[in-house]
Structure formats: structure tokens, C-alpha cells
């Protein structure tokens, strides 16, 4: 059972700053991430949304808890999929407008990499076929089919990024191949296998030698994912109301959600030309 109790905020634990951003706060026990609404006093002055009282940061510490929609939106019935709804609710997902499969107007639920419980990571984050189907209510839970295809959207939109993804897997290609023909042919599967990690480790400078710059720039894409800087916000907060104005809200960062992003982001089949040797690996 997902232990929903609130995290409790200690004086001189954490260090708050009011902008609306993720901020990394080190805690005495273990790093802990929270995240703060803009708050009225950072308005300027003759902004109607502006509290001049002087008591918003007291206000913001008050209004402290984890990351998802107020009870007041959850559902009041005793109804089990109301329930159901009510749990994924109080669990950081929202209820969103999507189509199925023949491009009927249905409703799913989805989240963003910021849960508000640790224990929640799903272990089916690759392919792009990632939405998982409730039986007992057929609801879909469409947050890693989303964030697959976020992660291929990002990344093709930096022209600069899919060159040197591709560029990067011919490289390994090629230089597996050359090195497994000097070997003993292309049969010995677990030879092929060592031959593609001792590429990879080098590409990327993990044996002690200088990064390949393509492989600096695919580091670099799969760092800031890690970071969710490279991620907008309204994916990562898939509804505002989680956060409300001068708030405070622990979260978890779903590692399986950033894989899914990233298996997405680096899944380059469609990229490569149809009959060139890239292919071979960028099958799944």
C-alpha cells in the first residue's frame, strides 16, 4: 500500500526559492526535489494578483504537500471505477482528452516523470506501443506512450542532434563489423556482443580515451533528459491545478517515464535509410 502521508517540512532543511522551476534541494538525510509556484510578491506592484501583505513566504510553507490535484477535484462516489479514478488522481495523473485507435473522442489518464509517491515506475517503457489498458475500467494509461513520443519530437526537432545520432550508429556499425571479420565471422553472438560494448565504452570515452563528439552530443541530449530540462513544463505538470499559486510540492522523479523519453528520442529506424546497414541497428 502507497504510503500517502505528507512529508514534513523542517526549518533550515531546504532552501526555497519562489520561481516556477524544479529546484534541487539537499536535505540532511538524502537529496530531496521540491517545486514551488510563482508567488504574488515576485508580481510587479500594480499587478491585481499581487499580495502586498509581506506574508507570502510564510503562506508558501503552509501550503506544503506533494505533487497532485487537491482532493476537491477527486470524484464523490463509492462507485469502483470512481475509485479506481480517485486513486490514479491522488497517485499524480490526470484525467485527459485523447482519440483510440479509431479516432473516437475518449478520455485516458496521464502524468508527467514527477510522482508525488516513489514505488510507481511501470518496467514496460520500450516500443512506442507503451499505453496500458485498465481492465476492469478500459481506461487508458497513456503516460509512456506519450512520453515516447516526446522524446522523438524533441530530438527531431534539433536537426544538428539526428545527424550525429545517426552519424554515431554508423560509426558503431561499421567499426563491430570490421572488427568481428578480423575475428572469426559474424556467428559467435557473444563475440558480436563484446565487440558492440567495447565500441560504445570507447565512443563514449568510458575506457579512459577522448569522447567521439557525436557520441558528447547524444551524452549531452541524454543528460538534460535526466535533468528534465529539455522537457517542457506542461509535461512535466500535466495540469496546473497541481500546483497552485505560492505552493510548495515534493515529488519522485520516474526514471522509467525519462527512459520511455528516451528510448523514444534515440529510436532512429525511421531515420536511417530504408536499405542501409544503419538499420540493422535501429531495429527494436
Not at 503562506?59 to 475509485?83: H, I, K, M, W, Y
Not at 517503457?125 to 506519450?146: F, M, N, P
Not at 530504408?274 to 540493422?280: E, T
Request: glycine share 6%; with cysteine.
Amino acid at each position: 500500500m502507497t504510503d500517502n502521508t505528507q512529508p514534513a517540512l523542517s526549518p533550515g532543511t531546504y532552501t526555497i526559492k519562489i520561481q516556477n522551476t524544479i529546484q534541487a534541494v539537499e536535505s540532511h538525510s538524502e537529496p530531496t526535489p521540491i517545486i514551488t509556484s510563482p508567488s504574488p510578491l515576485d508580481l510587479p506592484p500594480n499587478d491585481p494578483d499581487r499580495d502586498g501583505d509581506g506574508d507570502g513566504l510564510s503562506r508558501l510553507c503552509e501550503n506544503f504537500g506533494v505533487l497532485r490535484l487537491p482532493e476537491s477535484q477527486l470524484v464523490e462516489s463509492t462507485d469502483e471505477s470512481a475509485q479506481w479514478l480517485n486513486d490514479k488522481l491522488r497517485n499524480g495523473y490526470a484525467l485527459v482528452k485523447t482519440r483510440d485507435q479509431t479516432g473516437a473522442a475518449t478520455m485516458a489518464v496521464c502524468r508527467g516523470p514527477l510522482i508525488p509517491f516513489p514505488g510507481q515506475e511501470s518496467s514496460a517503457v520500450r516500443g512506442k506501443d507503451l499505453a496500458i489498458i485498465d481492465e476492469r475500467t478500459g481506461i487508458r494509461d497513456i503516460s509512456y506512450q506519450v512520453t515516447w513520443q516526446l522524446g522523438r519530437e524533441v530530438l527531431m526537432k534539433d536537426h544538428s542532434l539526428v545527424i550525429s545520432l545517426v552519424r554515431l550508429k554508423r560509426k558503431i556499425f561499421e567499426e563491430v563489423k570490421k572488427r568481428v571479420a578480423a575475428c572469426s565471422g559474424t556467428e559467435d553472438h557473444e563475440l558480436v556482443m563484446r565487440e558492440i560494448t567495447s565500441v560504445i565504452k570507447e565512443c563514449f570515452g568510458f575506457d579512459n580515451t577522448p569522447p567521439d563528439d557525436d557520441a558528447t552530443a547524444i551524452q549531452r541530449f541524454i543528460s538534460e533528459a535526466h535533468q528534465t530540462s529539455n522537457i517542457t513544463q506542461s509535461h512535466l505538470i500535466t495540469d496546473p491545478d497541481m500546483l497552485p499559486l505560492e505552493s510548495i510540492r515534493t515529488f519522485y522523479t520516474d526514471q522509467s517515464w525519462i527512459e520511455a523519453f528516451l528510448d523514444g528520442g534515440l529510436h532512429e529506424r525511421k531515420i536511417a535509410r530504408p536499405n542501409s546497414s544503419l538499420g540493422i541497428l535501429a531495429e527494436d
